[in-house]
């Protein structure tokens, strides 16, 4: 593929943003997870710290809209008006996101760009998993979580990335059909999967 944007759903633990990371240095492509919120930052005018407190977290009143029925980002924006924070962020990053795969070549981690992008030829979508032993180890050896908390970090984490997903896109977070590859991140190395991904990609 002469023109491609990846992007990376994953687990919390599964090493996902690791994978994603070392892959856009190896394609010699920029990387953009946490620096989605500095460009939103930037583009608003508000203070970075405000977003990341809120990054791929849906608003609690906008979750209680969703569990009731009552709407979802998924059927189409709501006036930005006086929106929670959370959705200011997500518009934001909705353009951000689509800008960037107009310009460039990319890898780009959550923050629903699977679903922003697409319809896009160029799209190349990854989920990257792992079973519940590995992700607490890996949490505790990388990210020094207390080895008693870690599991119920994990779940919170994936719970809220789940609501975000499912409120924003209207779909389920982590379903097979909404991605190209599901990669079992604790059967390989990091380097063996970025191998696997830089192959896949050329033969497209």
Known sequence: MERYIITIGRQFGSGGRSIGEKLAHKLGVNFYDKELIS?????SGMDPEVFEGVDEKAANSLLYSLSMGMYSFGSGFPAMGDLPVN???YLLQHKIIKEIAARENCVIVGRCADYVLKGNPNCVNIFI???MEFRKDQSIR???IDAAKAEH????????????Y????????????????????SKL????????????IKAR
């Open 39 to 43: 460009i939103a930052a930037k583009d």
């Open 87 to 89: 959705d200011k962020l």
């Open 129 to 131: 998993y792992a079973d």
């Open 142 to 144: 990388k990210h020094g």
């Open 153 to 164: 970090i994990i779940n919170k984490t994936d719970k809220n990335r789940a609501n975000y």
């Open 166 to 185: 499912s409120f924003y896109s209207g779909q389920k977070w982590g379903m097979t059909e909404n991605y190209d590859l599901c990669i079992d991140s």
């Open 189 to 200: 190395s990091e380097e063996k999967i970025v191998d696997l991904l830089v192959d896949y």
